[in-house]
């Protein structure tokens, strides 16, 4: 019974909660490149002034 709970708190917890830290380095990657990207594209944009 007691592999039962730690095979459930595993499956639950553990697994989701490692891939989303695993996921979190390559969508700020992401996420940076493609402001990058849209920075140089629309150079001199007003537009640009609103983003963070």
């Not at 595993?10 to 990058?36: D, E, H, N, Q, Y």
């Amino acid at each position: 019974m007691i592999g039962v709970i730690i095979f459930l708190i595993v499956l639950l917890v553990v697994i989701p909660v490692g891939f989303l830290m695993t996921m979190a380095l390559p969508a700020g990657i992401v996420g940076f490149l493609l402001k990058s990207k849209a920075e140089k594209d629309h150079a001199g944009s007003e537009l640009l002034d609103t983003n963070y």
